[in-house]
Each structure stands twice: as C-alpha cells, then as structure tokens.
C-alpha cells in the first residue's frame, strides 16, 4: 500500500516536531508527508530543515478544514492517513492498518482505539467515546467516534463523498465520517494505535461553545438524502440535541434561537 500523510498545523512547531518523529519512527513508513501550514506565524516553516523529506504547503490562515482538503488534493498516493499535528502516533499504526486492508480489500476505511493525554499522564476515556466497531454510523451519530490521526482512507471516497466542508469551523471531521458511514463499511481496527494530547493552547475542541450547533448542521444535511432506516435515527439524535440546544438558550436569555429549536422539535416529532 502507498499512503500519503496529511498533517495540517497552525503555530505548534514544537508539537508538530512530535508528530512528524512519530511518522518516521513507524515499522511501516509512508510514502510521503505532506504538512500544511494553515498561515503559521510561529516558527513552522523551519520545520523544513528538522525534517528535510517533507513536503511543507504554506497557506493563508483558512481552517483545518481547509489545509487537510488542501493536502487530500497534493496528495500522489491511493491511500490517505491523517495526523493532526498535536497527536502522534504508536509505532505500529501504519503497519496494523496495512495489514488489515490488504486482507480486507472491500473495506475502504479505518480507525483505531486512542490512549488520551493530559499533563503527561494517560487518562480514562469518557465511556460514550468507548469504540465499538459494530454500527459505525450510529456510533458517530451522537459524538465523533473517530479522531482523524486514526483514520486510514481510500482516496476514491473523497470523489464519492466529497472533501472536508470548510463551513464547518468545528465538527468537520464529524461530518465527513458520517457521509462516509452512511453508505460504507468503515471498519474499527481495536487496538490504542495514537495518542490524543490535552492541555495545550490552541485546541480546537474547546475554542467553541454548544458543539452541537455545529452537529445539527450535518445531520440536517444528510436527513435529507437517508435511508428510511437512517432517517429515524437521525430524527432522534436530531431531537434530542434541539432539546439541549433550547435548554441552553433559555439559561443564556436566547429566545430567538429557543424559538427556532422548539420549532425543529415540532416538526421532527409530527414526522
């Protein structure tokens, strides 16, 4: 298998350093690293000298949606891993995911299970994120289930399902996953093949509030086009989620957006 990786970065030149050692130091090494730099004014671009073999792309600052479509499309290669450049990788990542789709070769994506990081300790992962591997869609359809460091894909599922939606300033990953998982097989590789860092500056899961105002927005998006079958679970998740949005702009005074999301509830639940 030929694999390109994809590591989009903005100002972690000291955390992006990590992430690249942990591609170079796998048992199976990829055929190349593309790093997009999404308009770093840190000392990013040196990183060119660290790691010589690199392909380094400078961007004007336009999301991470952006540098991993950017580096999708620089890409040479049929296979597509990702890295985001606060993450790094075990050094059988590659190999465990070579392994399994050369042996599986109807099965165009996978993930793994993730050791979590905070303050240099590893720490209990919260059990809704718990991988199950059964019902990838359902599984993702409350909270992404699948960190990107950990995915593995077929090129040829971007020309089917589209690139990541650079609308989306969070929760882009989410929305890929589940257009992929609508229609694919998306397989769990269970094994702790990344570690996922916390308590550093700059993390996007935490940059915004109510995350799930941006989740609505994918789920609205693929009622649209699913399954009888999928569509009832979508509704649900869709209703709950209008419920706690409600619940959040009547604490906050917001009677516009309560307004709105009641009027959702309404009209999912006469469906």
């Known amino acids: 298998m030929n694999i390109s990786v994809v590591i989009p970065t903005y100002n972690r030149y000291a955390l992006l350093k990590r992430a690249i050692a942990s591609v170079y130091a796998q048992t199976y090494l990829p055929k190349e690293v593309i790093v997009v730099d999404d308009g770093s004014d840190d000392a990013t671009s040196e990183i ?56 599986s070769g109807e099965i165009l994506m996978s993930y793994s299970d ?31 289930n699948i960190a990107p460091s950990s995915a593995c894909l077929h090129k040829s599922l971007f020309e089917r399902y589209g690139l ?13 996953w589940l257009r992929i998982a609508s229609r694919e097989k998306i397989a769990l590789i269970d094994k702790k093949l990344i570690k996922k860092y916390a308590g550093h500056e700059n993390q996007l899961s935490f940059k915004h509030w109510g995350m799930d105002r941006f989740r609505v927005k994918t789920l609205e998006k693929i009622l649209i086009d699913a399954s009888p079958l999928r569509k009832r679970d979508i509704q649900e998740v869709l209703i709950k989620k209008y419920k706690l949005l409600s619940k959040g702009a009547l604490k906050y005074d917001k009677k516009q957006e309560n307004a709105f999301y009641q009027k959702r509830i309404k009209i999912l639940e006469a469906m």
Request: glycine content about 4%; overall charge negative.
């Open 48 to 103: 060119q000298k660290d790691f010589p073999n690199i392909i380094y792309i400078y961007q004007e600052n336009s999301g991470v949606s952006s540098a991993r479509n950017c580096g999708i499309l620089a890409a040479k290669h049929e296979w597509i891993t990702f890295l985001d450049s606060d993450d790094s990788w075990l050094e059988d990542k590659l190999q465990e995911q070579v392994d399994f789709h050369q042996k």
């Open 114 to 144: 993730e050791i979590w990081i905070r303050h240099h300790q590893e720490i209990k992962i919260p059990k809704k994120f718990k991988k199950i591997g059964k019902d990838v869609f359902l599984e993702n359809l409350a909270y992404c």
């Open 164 to 176: 990541f939606d650079t609308s989306l300033e969070v929760c882009e990953d989410y929305d890929l």
